[in-house]
């Protein structure tokens, strides 16, 4: 990326970061000094938490509240699987792009954009009298996202004394993961009390609060580096082929072989061919493809490929599964999931660290398999599965053997994927593996309807969509196996951490970080020192956590 942001300052360069115009902020101190046990450092923390929180929870709570919003807006399955994916696929799209602005026109004023641009979204989306108002309006909130969802993480990376910065980025992980535990259960509450539209509608007071402690308390920040061009191109080209490729899976079942589906298959395919060719001749490309040159780093965002695709459709099926074939109201479903979450919540730190000691092969390996295995066992479900016994039964082994495979697998996925390049290169590395998983979740959203033979009118028919879930489950199932054999075959580095010539040159790419740090492609030398990653709390079943951007001398 033309911007090619080198991240936050160092002590030896940190006297011209008192930043742009930061002085009429509030903030006490500059950019770069401030302390995590100040107060300052207190604002800036909750105010980058309830950002990224809006985010992350309209990423989630959105399931729950599929059937009753076809209900309320007289919807197909289509529909619903657009209100999903038109937020995913423009967040996806463009989350590489959302931190390279920041690092250019200011971290603080591009996060501050975003979490209005996403509230005003939010409003439209509460107030939307039909589906297409709805998927517009979900569509422009995936935009928002990706602006505040990388900014957050740049301020807190861009602000922070770098002896503070591991602390303040665990307790912004750590609030995060607390947030995405209860989002399904706070989701779930407010579609069964005063009603869908409030899911959206509640983010209005979050970010009313948000945005005057960021603009009181934090100081600007940019990359002075950050120069040329931004890949601009190559983020439409991105978001084009998905867009064009979702189109087809989810428009196929209703319209079969049509000209329009056939049109945009091969739409999608040309543009995605188009997207590569680009990002392959431009100099400064968004996705540099230098960094697939580690094999290990291709074949890690191969396996997140497998494993967010099965999540993606595992969490859209079964939302629904709960409450039109069991029986669950649209709480009772957000809770019944709830044991996932909260088991990477307290357990994925311990497992980051067990990964850290015997290698990625393992937990890559055996984490995928306790996953599908969970997955399967989500087929014992049926219309008895909402009384406690049931759920006792049915519902809750399935979602500890689920969570305890992603316990297993999250953590050392990330820190493999970090492993896999330089040290320079983490924010670029960590910001590729979260768009593969996005794009693997709305990909399989569009898909599995399709392969699994269902209708457009499949949720509102229990038995329907009963038998549609039955042939789902296996293929979810089968998506994690792939990975844990890729993985098991594959990924043979003993512990995270290779040297810096050990994966074919991948020292040597270059482009801009999802997160606003960037990676530091220009004038970086590989460090030979592993790559650790910094969010201990991993609650992702959208996505891995986000990495901040850092040099080769902060390791």
């Excluded at 696929?89 to 209005?116: C, K, N, P, Q």
């Excluded at 307290?346 to 980051?352: C, E, H, K, L, N």
């Excluded at 898909?447 to 499949?458: I, K, Q």
Aim: aromatic share 6%; charged share 15%; proline share 8%.
């Amino acid at each position: 990326m033309g911007e090619t942001p080198e991240g936050p300052p160092t002590p030896r360069d940190r006297a011209p970061a008192r930043a742009d115009g930061g002085g009429d902020t509030g903030a006490p101190k500059a950019a770069g000094e401030i302390r995590a046990a100040s107060a300052p450092g207190r604002w800036i923390v909750l105010t980058t938490v309830l950002g990224s929180g809006m985010a992350m929870l309209d990423s989630t709570v959105i399931n729950v509240a599929l059937p009753r919003i076809g209900e309320d807006l007289g919807t197909d399955l289509a529909a619903l699987q657009w209100t999903v994916n038109a937020y995913m696929l423009t967040l996806a799209g463009l989350i590489l792009l959302g931190g390279a602005l920041g690092d250019r026109y200011g971290r603080r004023r591009v996060f501050v954009v975003g979490v209005v641009w996403f509230a005003l979204a939010s409003l439209v989306c509460a107030v939307a009298p039909n589906a297409a108002v709805l998927i517009a309006a979900r569509a422009f909130q995936g935009i928002g996202g990706a602006l505040l969802t990388p900014g957050s993480l740049a301020l807190i990376q861009a602000s922070f004394h770098p002896d503070d910065r591991a602390r303040a980025v665990g307790l912004w992980s750590g609030f995060g993961g607390v947030g995405a535990a209860i989002g399904p259960f706070v989701g779930g509450w407010l579609v069964d009390g005063p009603g869908w539209r409030w899911v959206f509608l509640l983010n209005l007071p979050v970010a009313a609060l948000c945005v005057p402690v960021a603009l009181r308390h934090v100081p600007e920040s940019r990359d002075p580096r950050a120069h040329g061009r931004f890949d601009v191109l190559g983020a439409v080209l991105a978001a084009v082929a998905l867009a064009l490729v979702t189109y087809a899976l989810i428009e196929a079942p209703g319209s079969g072989a049509s000209p329009a589906v056939i049109g945009a298959a091969v739409g999608g395919v040309v543009a995605g061919a188009a997207f590569v060719r680009v990002e392959r001749r431009r100099p400064d490309p968004m996705v540099p493809p230098a960094i697939f040159r580690s094999r290990l780093f291709t074949v890690v965002n191969l396996v997140t490929f497998c494993v967010y695709a099965a999540l993606g459709g595992f969490f859209f099926l079964s939302a629904i599964q709960l409450q039109v074939v069991a029986g669950y109201s649209a709480l009772g479903a957000g809770t019944a999931l709830l044991p996932t979450t909260v088991l990477m919540l307290f357990f994925s730190a311990a497992s980051g660290e067990l990964g850290h000691r015997i290698g990625p092969r393992i937990p890559l390996t055996v984490g995928p398999l306790l996953a599908a295995a969970g997955m399967l066992l989500m087929l014992r479900v049926g219309p008895g599965s909402a009384s406690p016994t049931g759920y006792l039964s049915e519902v809750l082994p399935a979602v500890v053997v689920l969570g305890l495979g992603l316990v297993t697998l999250v953590a050392p996925l990330t820190a493999t994927v970090l492993a896999a390049v330089d040290t320079g290169q983490a924010g670029l590395a960590s910001g590729i593996n979260n768009a593969a998983a996005r794009a693997a979740g709305l990909i399989a959203v569009a898909a599995l309807p399709l392969l699994a033979g269902m209708g457009p009118e499949a949720y509102r028919e229990a038995g329907e969509f009963a038998s549609t879930f039955r042939r789902a489950m296996p293929m979810c199932a089968g998506l994690l196996v792939a990975g844990a054999v890729l993985a098991f075959c594959t990924v043979r580095t003993p512990a995270p951490g290779p040297g810096p010539s050990s994966d074919g040159g991948h020292d040597r790419a270059e482009g801009g970080g999802a997160e606003g740090g960037g990676a530091e492609g220009r004038g970086a030398h590989p460090a030979g020192a592993p790559c650790r990653p910094e969010c201990t709390v991993h609650c992702g079943v959208v996505a891995p956590p986000l990495e901040p951007a850092r040099r080769p001398s902060e390791e």
